[in-house]
């Protein structure tokens, strides 16, 4: 039956009827925040293409944390600024890391135990070259290897399941990472450690102002021999496949507006639960229309993270984590 009889307004009457009929829901629990813990005391320093988003010393980002809590945020997602970088990589399995400190501290304070502690897995923030794994080079050529990163990597997310990770998430897009972790973490007595495995990552200009923010700009080339191209969708779910079947418990998309369709592939294709990144230059992007008077903030915000739940992620990394928790409060 078709109009008059059928009129898809009348649903739309009232904030009441909106309600009830609304399909899609975004909570605080599904929102996770991203911290960047630097060296220092008393540091809380602002990332200039990043409005509202600090690095912070370990005791202000125990405040920022207790102010997560308060909100009902879902978790925290933790990257590192070592004071010093090397070729190996050194400050991302370090006994006391910056993450590695941050976890602990983190960890011994019962007023945040309702946060999921996440530690990003990558070596590009310790690396001196900024890379995702180690560099051969050979005068101009060079070549992220991939077997011998893996080894890094292994040890890193062993060293941050130790210091009090709930989850580990591998972000470097290095083939066979997820097994060689999984295996890693089963031999110490961390079989209870999940990965959740950024396994569709995409080489993407927006995460230009993360590099920023973590200090991770690869210091020549690009990302692209590791990191997807932005054009392929059926490789994205042979990406999801393999990490699935290498053990991720869990699986992260990214970006996040760019891609809803490859997100919505995902969620029909697999059963795992699903996360996605609202990057940096996601976040950079809104907030300079914000600052000109060209968007509503509130609106735009809660717009985008539930464009997000509507292509089908479980829950969401996002700058946002914060500001959306006080809107749906
Ligand atoms: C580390 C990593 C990056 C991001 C998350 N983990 C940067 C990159 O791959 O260059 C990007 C997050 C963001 O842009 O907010 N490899």
């Not at 011998?148 to 990597?153: A, D, I, K, T």
């Not at 399941?161 to 998430?169: E, H, L, N, T």
């Not at 007595?189 to 590099?211: N, V």
């Not at 053990?247 to 639960?273: C, H, N, T």
Request: glycine content about 8%.
């Amino acid at each position: 039956m078709n109009f008059p009889a059928t009129r898809l307004r009348r649903l739309r009457r009232t904030p009441a009827l909106r309600s009830l009929v609304r399909e899609t829901h975004l909570h605080p629990g599904a929102l996770l925040y991203p911290l960047f813990l630097c060296p220092g005391v008393g540091i809380r320093k602002e990332i200039s293409s990043m409005p509202g988003v600090f690095n912070l010393s370990i005791d202000e980002a125990v405040k920022e944390a207790e102010a997560c809590a308060a909100l009902g945020l879902g978790g925290l997602l933790l990257f590192g600024l070592p004071a010093e970088k090397d070729d190996q990589a050194t400050g991302a399995y370090a006994e006391n890391g910056i993450v590695q400190q941050g976890l602990r501290a983190l960890k011994s304070n019962r007023a945040l135990d309702s946060l999921v502690l996440i530690a990003d897995v990558c070596l590009c923030e310790y690396t001196s070259h900024g890379h995702c794994g180690i560099v051969s080079k050979d005068g101009d050529h060079y070549e992220i290897e991939n077997d011998s990163s893996l080894e890094l990597l292994s040890k890193t997310a062993v060293s941050l399941a130790a210091a009090g990770a709930d989850i580990v998430a591998p972000s470097d897009m290095m083939d066979g990472r997820v097994e060689a972790i999984r295996t890693a973490l089963d031999a110490v007595a961390l079989a209870d450690t999940p990965i959740l495995s950024y396994a569709s990552k995409f080489a993407s200009a927006f995460y230009g102002p993360f590099r920023e923010a973590a200090d991770s700009a690869p210091q020549f080339g690009d990302r692209r021999s590791y990191q997807m191209d932005g054009a392929n969708i059926r490789e994205a779910m042979r990406e999801i496949d393999l990490d699935v079947a290498e053990g991720a418990d869990m699986v992260l998309m990214k970006p996040a507006l760019p891609y809803l369709d490859v997100i919505r592939a995902a969620r029909e294709r697999f059963d795992v639960p699903l996360g996605a990144y609202q990057v940096s230059g996601e976040y950079s992007m809104l907030h300079a229309a914000f600052q000109r008077g060209w968007l509503e903030p509130d609106r735009a915000i809660l717009e985008s993270l539930t464009s997000i739940r509507r292509a089908g992620a479980d829950f969401i990394v996002t700058y946002f984590a914060k500001v959306a928790a006080k809107l749906l409060a």
